[in-house]
């Protein structure tokens, strides 16, 4: 449908500016120009009327209204060379609209080039290259070096250095071993690959990054949000002082010229250019913005709320210390952390089986188990019951616990660890104390941010007071909150949001969801590889590296700052052209032309955000 509009318009535009030239330098004879303005005039006008229809059953308020009044008035009041003029201007702005629209989707679209034609596959005992839409889930994909990776799955022979910028904006390659995720588009650097694939053609990461991207840009009443409060402010004022002069002046040459130089076509392209230019740029990065009003809204946020574990911390914990209890070995330790962290993805869990492998421990999987979430787990297995978690999960679920054995774990707390206690049956048996790291970019990213304006950094966690307290300190947070569960964090975020202000919430979005949901921008860290974390995201960073968060906050103010002057641009634009007809220098052919010339300028201006993929080759990732 699209495409047929756009063969129209180009169409029109030809119907439109052959016979206004043969007019402007006295080629057509008067005669035969009347009926050629009128047949074209009114072919112009339908586009715009439809248009503006569609905008009305949409409730939405577009400049298309002002140019469907402008036109119909041109039509009663039978100037046809500035209907057709009208005509003319709106279909080049749609036309070239259509070509910024391409041009920025180009940029993301580009993406999709990366991936490669063909894929290596073996089937029964021998390789054979097929086209990528053949291949299939489960397939042994064979990539060689300098060869782009055709689907998403798990490396099952071989280790190579692979440069995943297509995906994360970050050319410095990543090495890579048997077990590793990889994904489409990336570029084996070094060595020769196996891969079982687990996600091919539209499932595979870079396809779902180009959907989002793109949907994001379709969006339209999402997208403009700028431009369409303006807009619905704009046409009324337009209007009732059309008609305001109309009554004082009685002058319908004088009111149709005013709404010719009125008609905000240009901005009305301008504006949703300058966002689709800016999350374009976004995308190549590496940062997915699902809508114009995220960008727009990272301008004026106020407040950021981090989770603490994976987000400002690296979520790689340490085993530091091991205290048992009882009669108990470290072996009946480790084993029963084992069998109850090994289901949860959990980042402690992650590394106390890491832990548990070096110590090469054995254990068994359980049979029952549940998680809860910000608490521990409980789980059966071999008919004993394992609990693993923190101080309050332990005292919840009912454990002996002796006055030594409390005063033991305190202390561990006190000394700043996140201790996790291991239960078997109704018995203590001993606690791991774990140590994170904070993230080496955690303390720049905060003084960035609070030098771009944002007035509260807050966080928020479900590890002990003195952990918390450390690493808030360490970051000279404005707030932090310790011991939450996760619908504490929910509360606490609820609470948080107002009208005149804009929350955003970083986290990880794999047990922090709901939380990025609810908050006003949901910021999703290290999201490749995690279908949820781009979901539940309005933001998705594709790396795992916070510094990403003051450059989108800087993108956002560099795109408003464009936008703004283009309503300058355009304002004064707007302000000569009234002087110029309330001077009797322009009639309305002069209006509808100077409007049309004027309509680049914003246009032109918004185009410099197109490079800043220049910029893209320049930048310094490194402190
Ligand atoms: P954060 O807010 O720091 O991201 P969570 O809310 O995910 O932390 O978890 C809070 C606390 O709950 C952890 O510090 C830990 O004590 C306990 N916990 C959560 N998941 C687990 C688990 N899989 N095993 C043991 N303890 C856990
Ligand atoms: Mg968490």
Not at 30 to 36: G, P, R, W, Y
Not at 318 to 329: A, D, P, Q, S
Not at 607 to 615: C, E, M, P, T, V
Request: glycine share 6%; proline share 3%.
């Amino acid at each position: 449908m699209d495409k047929i509009l756009n063969y129209f318009d180009k169409a029109l535009f030809t119907i439109l500016l052959i016979p206004l030239i043969l007019f402007y330098f006295h080629i057509l004879p008067l005669a035969a120009s009347e009926v050629i303005f009128i047949t074209t005039s009114i072919i112009g006008t339908i586009p715009v009327l439809i248009n503006a229809l569609r905008s009305i059953k949409e409730r939405q308020i577009s400049v298309d209204l002002l140019a469907s009044v402008a036109l119909i008035a041109s039509l009663i009041a039978k100037e046809w060379t500035s209907a057709a003029f009208i005509g003319l201007m709106l279909t080049s702005a749609r036309i070239f609209g259509t070509y910024t629209k391409n041009k920025a989707r180009s940029s993301i679209k580009g993406l999709l080039k990366l991936r490669p034609e063909k894929a290596k596959v073996k089937r029964n005992q021998t390789i054979i290259e097929i086209p990528i839409e053949q291949l299939i889930i489960g397939d042994l994909v064979i990539a060689e070096a300098g060869e782009r990776l055709p689907v998403d799955g798990t490396i099952i022979q071989g280790e190579a250095a692979l440069d995943e910028s297509s995906l994360t904006g970050e050319s410095m390659p990543v090495n890579k071993k048997v077990g590793d995720q990889v994904y489409s588009s990336t570029l084996n650097e070094s060595g020769s690959l196996t891969i079982r694939a687990e996600k091919v053609g539209k499932d595979t990461t870079l396809e779902k990054i180009v959907q989002l991207v793109e949907g994001s840009q379709k969006s339209k009443a999402k997208i403009r949000t700028l431009g369409e409060s303006f807009a619905s402010r704009y046409i009324v004022i337009t209007v009732s002082a059309a008609i305001l002069i109309y009554l004082i002046t009685n002058d319908s040459n004088l009111v149709l010229s005013l709404l010719l130089v009125a008609c905000a076509d240009d901005i009305a392209v301008a504006i949703p250019m300058t966002f689709w230019a800016a999350i374009g740029y976004a995308a190549r990065r590496g940062v997915i913005i699902k809508g114009g009003e995220f960008l727009e809204g990272l301008a004026r946020v106020d407040k950021i709320i981090f989770d603490k574990t994976g987000t400002l911390t690296r979520g790689q914990l340490k085993v530091e210390k091991i205290h048992l209890f009882k009669e108990f070995k470290l072996a009946d330790l480790l084993s029963y952390a084992a069998a109850a962290e090994c289901i949860s993805d959990h980042p402690i869990a992650k590394s106390i089986m890491k832990y548990v492998e070096t110590e090469k421990i054995s254990f068994t999987h359980p049979d029952i188990f549940k998680e809860t979430p910000g608490k521990g787990l409980a789980v059966v297995y071999d008919t004993k019951k394992i609990f693993s978690g923190n101080l309050a999960f332990i005292k919840e679920s009912k454990i002996n616990l002796e006055a030594a054995e409390l005063e033991e774990l305190e202390k561990t707390e006190a000394q700043g660890y996140t201790v996790i206690a291991i239960a078997c049956d109704d018995h203590l048996v001993g606690f791991l104390a774990l140590a994170d790291e904070l993230r080496p970019e955690s303390l720049p990213v905060m003084q960035q941010l609070k030098q771009a304006g944002v007035k509260k950094l807050i966080m928020l966690t479900g590890d002990n007071q003195k952990v918390a307290e450390r690493v808030a300190n360490k970051l000279s947070l404005n707030e932090y909150h310790a011991n939450l569960m996760p619908q504490d964090k929910l509360k606490y975020i609820k609470g948080v949001i107002q009208k005149n202000s804009t929350t955003a919430m970083v986290g990880d979005g794999v047990n922090d969801a709901a939380a990025l949901a609810l908050a006003d921008i949901g910021i999703s860290m290290g999201a490749i590889g995690s279908d949820a974390a781009i979901e539940a995201a309005d933001i998705a960073l594709m790396r795992d590296d916070l510094r990403e968060i003051p450059e989108m906050v800087r993108l956002s103010h560099y795109t408003l700052k464009i936008a703004r002057q283009d309503f300058w641009i355009w304002g004064l634009v707007n302000v000569i052209g009234f002087t110029l007809v309330f001077g009797k220098i322009i009639g309305p052919a002069g209006a509808a032309a100077y409007n049309f010339v004027t309509d680049f300028l914003p246009l032109f201006n918004s185009a410099r955000l197109f490079s800043l993929h220049l910029k893209l080759q320049k930048k310094n990732l490194n402190y």
